[in-house]
């Protein structure tokens, strides 16, 4: 086991709904990216904190938001959830020394969303 | 164009065979490459990287090819328990963001 724990691990929400993912760290690390997966893809980048600072972003629009705390624990927040925000959501966390390549990543286990 | 493709599968092996995966990239700019193994409905976990000269671990050995812009996966003596999605991943030096294929579907069979 990695050591990143993600809450929940299964949701269902209804179009235009708001939902909040959270996920903690393994012990040591600093950095959080969260990916959203769609079936049969593979995980595309969202967002990346880096010492509770956004550090860097893909191409999803603004209703894509997070945060991370100063224990490095990180939510991602989606507003107007779309149909097309079904996927399931990983997040994984690292340690950099300067916030650039911390390639390895450690996942966690994700979140399953539904969107109906 | 996708800017990391992968042969999606699935790939029927018998148990003990050798198998092969390639995955190509667009960007020439890349500098690091990976694969992970997803296993059904489980997260992504890093299998190797790959190197320039290549490299070995147990019965895995991963190649990158930056003339032709492709990394290979071989898988010697497969267990059935090599039965996972295999993902290809890109990074370039300039930042941090990871490029994944859509993976690569190996069933094991006895």
């Known amino acids: 086991e990695t050591g990143v724990t993600q809450s929940p691990t299964h949701l269902i929400k209804t179009r235009g709904q708001q939902v909040t993912l959270r996920c903690s760290s393994q012990?040591?690390?600093?950095?959080v990216s969260w990916y959203q997966q769609a079936l049969g893809q593979g995980p595309q980048f969202i967002f990346q904190?880096?010492?509770?600072?956004?550090?860097g972003r893909g191409n999803f629009p603004p209703r894509f938001s997070g945060l991370q705390f100063p224990n490095y624990s990180s939510e991602l927040n989606v507003n107007a959830l779309e149909l097309d925000d079904s996927a399931l959501y990983l997040c994984?966390?690292?340690?950099?020394?300067?916030?650039?390549?911390?390639?390895?990543?450690?996942f966690g286990p994700g979140t399953r969303l539904t969107v109906t | 164009r996708k800017e990391v493709e992968q042969d999606p599968g699935p790939f029927n092996v018998p148990e003990g065979a050798t198998v092969a995966f390639n995955c190509t990239y667009s960007?020439?700019?890349?500098?690091?490459f990976f694969w992970y193994r997803q296993d059904c409905r489980k997260e992504p976990k890093l299998l190797m990287s790959v190197y320039s000269s290549g490299n070995e671990d147990g019965r895995f050995t991963a190649q990158l090819n930056r003339a032709s812009q492709y990394i290979s996966l071989l898988i010697r003596d497969s267990k059935l328990s090599d039965s996972a999605t295999y993902l290809c991943?890109?990074?370039?030096?300039?930042?941090?963001?990871?490029?994944w294929g859509a993976g690569t579907k190996l069933i094991i069979k006895p």
């Open positions: 991943v890109v990074a370039m030096d300039s930042n941090y963001q990871l490029i």
């Open positions: 960007n020439s700019a890349s500098q690091s």
């Open positions: 904190y880096y010492r509770e600072e956004e550090n």
């Open positions: 994984a966390s690292s340690w950099s020394q300067t916030g650039e390549n911390p390639y390895e990543q450690y």
């Open positions: 012990s040591g690390h600093n950095t």
